[in-house]
C-alpha cells in the first residue's frame, strides 16, 4: 500500500510540477508578446516622425519657383528671333504670351 500512495503523490506532484511550469511560460510568453508589440509600435512611431521631418526639411529647403522679369523674357526672345531662331510669328506669339495680349 505504501508504494501505491508514493506513485500517487509522485503524479500528483508531477502534475502540479507540470501545470504551474505551463502557466509561467504563457505568462512569459505574453509578457515577451506585449514587449514584442510595444517595441513594434515604437519603431513605426519613430519611423512616421522621422518622416514628416524629412517632409519638413524638405519643405523648408525648396525655394520657391523664381518668376522670369516679362523685360528679360522678352529680351531673351528678341535675340533669338535676331538670330533666326524663332520666326517672325513665333516670336510675336511669345510676345503676346508674356504681355498677356
Known amino acids: 500500500m505504501g508504494l501505491l500512495r508514493m506513485a500517487a503523490r509522485t503524479a500528483v506532484v508531477a502534475g502540479t510540477a507540470t501545470a504551474v511550469s505551463g502557466r509561467v511560460q504563457r505568462r512569459q510568453a505574453q509578457r515577451y508578446d506585449q514587449q514584442d508589440q510595444q517595441a513594434y509600435e515604437q519603431q ?31 529680351a531673351k526672345y528678341a535675340k533669338l528671333h535676331d538670330q533666326g531662331v524663332l520666326t517672325d510669328e513665333e516670336f510675336a506669339a511669345a510676345k503676346a504670351k508674356i504681355l498677356g495680349i
Open 44 to 74: 513605426q512611431y519613430d519611423q512616421q516622425q522621422q518622416y514628416a521631418q524629412q517632409q519638413q526639411y524638405a519643405q523648408q529647403q525648396a525655394p520657391p519657383p523664381a518668376e522670369e522679369d516679362p523685360t528679360e523674357q522678352l
